[in-house]
T-cell receptor, first 110, second 112 residues
Framework: QKEVEQNSGPLSVPEGAIASLNCTYS??????FFWYRQYSGKSPELIMS????GDKEDGRFTAQLNKASQYVSLLIRDSQPSDSATYLC??????????FGQGTRLTINP | DAEITQSPRHKITETGRQVTLACHQT?????MFWYRQDLGHGLRLIHY???????NKGEVSDGYSVSRSNTEDLPLTLESAASSQTSVYFC???????????FGDGTRLSIL
């Protein structure tokens, strides 16, 4: 059984601070990792993809991957109230399917 | 711009009726997926397709069916709707090879 684990939260962060979201996965052969943002009542929106160990930065977002520890994280710098959403971690397996975590609900407090 | 369109956006129906949810993508992706999302369960895979005439069962496929007659469309059919199938349904597509999936706006289905 392929599993992706996230802390469901809610995670509360003050505006301007760094939000740190974490995800662990059970399948050692996974090669592709994704973070999606989902606003309430909306569909998941891809915000980051990462395929190799290390950090990948895109604007205020940084994804970090450690395959040895089976751990992927998302950092959001200078958090804004508009970042308040549920963040879904997704890990690929069987080449083309994704397994999703249950998501972490993030609230940015003004 | 390429997109993935689901219809209807909202539907209310009665138990026992057959329901079909439409999904149309203009990405020209080979892979298409149907998920349901419920509180406490996250996104669960119902059916998926890797190309025309290819369909596969996901983790919660009982009571659902799909068919793939062209690249653009993957309709999801509930053969005899049950109240347990009340949910939000998302269609997604991807280019395969470990690429991310892109989601439609979802269909909120209520079965009374």
């Amino acid at each position: 059984q392929k599993e992706v684990e996230q802390n469901s939260g809610p995670l509360s962060v003050p505006e301007g601070a760094i939000a740190s979201l974490n995800c662990t996965y059970s399948d050692r052969v996974s090669q592709s990792f994704f973070w999606y943002r989902q606003y309430s009542g909306k569909s998941p929106e891809l915000i980051m993809s990462i395929y190799s160990n290390g950090d990948k930065e895109d604007g205020r977002f940084t994804a970090q991957l450690n395959k040895a520890s089976q751990y992927v994280s998302l950092l959001i710098r200078d958090s804004q109230p508009s970042d308040s959403a549920t963040y879904l971690c997704a890990v690929n397996w069987a080449a083309q399917k994704l397994v999703f975590g249950q998501g972490t609900r993030l609230t940015i407090n003004p | 711009d390429a997109e993935i369109t689901q219809s209807p956006r909202h539907k209310i129906t009665e138990t026992g009726r057959q329901v079909t949810l439409a999904c149309h993508q203009t990405w020209n992706h080979n892979n298409m997926f149907w998920y349901r999302q419920d509180l406490g369960h996250g996104l669960r895979l119902i059916h998926y397709s890797y190309g025309v005439q290819d369909t596969n069962k996901g983790e919660v496929s009982d009571g659902y069916s799909v068919s793939r007659s062209n690249t653009e469309d993957l309709p999801l059919t509930l053969e005899s709707a049950a109240s347990s199938q009340t949910s939000v349904y998302f269609c997604a597509s991807s280019d395969g090879g470990g690429q991310p999936q892109h989601f439609g706006d979802g269909t909120r289905l209520s079965i009374l």
